[in-house]
């Protein structure tokens, strides 16, 4: 009898660590210490920048890449979408140092007024934020004198980034629509 309850007992324990275990490794959602990803402490950088939007010229850095049937009857350019690589500089002359690039796509999100679609990605690649990226996601209201959008993530130095990015034009030719913005970036990452 005590043989079968010790061999009840050991089953039960077998049993019951064979559960756990395989439900832990299988788990959906955990809770972390940020310790656990070598995450140390959170930290505020200030990121200043010009962005330069060229789509005129032999080597456009911005093309439009899809518009609806009503786009070019649009004031706003309504459905326009277009495709960008575009350079990020110390200064606002295109021949200063570039630190990075802006890619990713901006659209004519608005039928009232010229409100943009941001989805850039700015990759930096000076420095010590040389690999590293910040992710834009919101809306840029492109006649106003300072646009604040959303710093939505980023990666390796950027890593769980959150912040906001205000742009100013710097310089827009009305004849060619090259345009030269001015960035300041605020950004929380570890």
């Not at 006649?143 to 912040?163: Q, T």
Request: charged share 20%; aromatic share 12%; with cysteine.
């Amino acid at each position: 009898m005590a043989l079968c309850i010790t061999k009840l007992v050991i089953f039960s324990l077998l049993f019951t660590f064979t559960i756990f275990f395989t439900a832990n490794s299988h788990t959906f959602a955990r809770s972390l210490l940020p310790e656990k990803l070598g995450l140390k402490k959170e930290k505020l950088s200030h990121l200043h920048f010009y962005f330069h939007d060229i789509v005129s010229g032999r080597n456009p850095t911005a093309v439009r890449v899809a518009e609806a049937k009503m786009t070019n009857k649009s004031a706003t350019g309504f459905g326009l979408v277009v495709m960008i690589d575009d350079p990020l500089t110390e200064g606002p002359e295109l021949s200063s140092k570039v630190v990075g690039r802006a890619q990713g796509l901006y659209s004519s999100a608005s039928q009232n007024d010229l409100g943009l679609l941001m989805v850039q990605n700015y990759v930096f690649t000076e420095g010590k934020y040389n690999g590293s990226t910040l992710s834009v996601l919101g809306r840029n209201a492109v006649f106003s004198e300072v646009r604040e959008m959303p710093i939505v993530g980023g990666s390796r130095l950027f890593r769980f980034a959150r912040g906001y990015a205000q742009a100013r034009t710097h310089l827009l030719d009305l004849q060619t629509g090259d345009a030269v913005v001015e960035y300041n970036v605020y950004v929380f990452h570890y």
